[in-house]
């Protein structure tokens, strides 16, 4: 069984929609948890942090964790065209070593 | 404020060579870790260098060997090549206390013939 569940997708969306990205676990031990976006060809670039169960908010975006059911999540707002890439969830028991699922495409179509 | 730099960007090697991947990490960041990312898959953790000294280490052979200088820098070094080594090689950087928040570089992209 893998440590990090991720559905590839592909996920396409019209412009304005809210988007739904998840991450399914298997260690109930990890403690740290984030989301990165990464563009084609490019390094993954961090957008969301969150430290053991919660909610967090930045802009459009929100990330969730939830911790008895070993799921996190991960919502955009009226998604935007830019907003297109890969969004890889990532997470952590010591916040050293990161196991990465292995990435959501997402298109937003104008 | 430059953020985490590799180099070189890309590079071909055949099976059985040797190859040695650089990096730099965003400035006040003492600690970088290493990822090889096959295409379309996550990346994997391959080791975390911290005070020079390698902290912490996944599953990788020991073909998959590295260094940290005393300016934070890094080396990966990769000996005796395989096609399967083909991946972009990720390199992130952090504070020492925690690699909670790590930003990573644009990456390696190696292809092995």
Known sequence: QKEVEQDPGPLSVPEGAIVSLNCTYSNSAFQYFMWYRQYSRKGPELLMYTYSSGNKEDGRFTAQVDKSSKYISLFIRDSQPSDSATYLCAMSLTGNQFYFGTGTSLTVIP | ?113
Do not use: M
């Open chain 2, 1 to 113: 404020d430059a953020g985490v730099t590799q180099s070189p960007t890309h590079l071909i090697k055949t099976r059985g060579q040797q190859v040695t991947l650089r990096c730099s990490p965003k400035s006040g960041h003492d600690t970088v870790s290493w990822y090889q990312q096959a295409l379309g898959q996550g990346p994997q953790f391959i080791f975390q260098y911290y005070e020079e000294e390698e902290r912490q280490r996944g599953n990788f052979p020991d073909r998959f060997s590295g260094h940290q200088f005393p300016n934070y820098s890094s080396e990966l070094n990769v000996n005796a090549l395989l096609l399967g080594d083909s991946a972009l090689y990720l390199c992130a950087s952090s504070s020492g206390t925690g690699g909670e928040t790590q930003y990573f570089g644009p990456g390696t992209r190696l292809l092995v013939l």
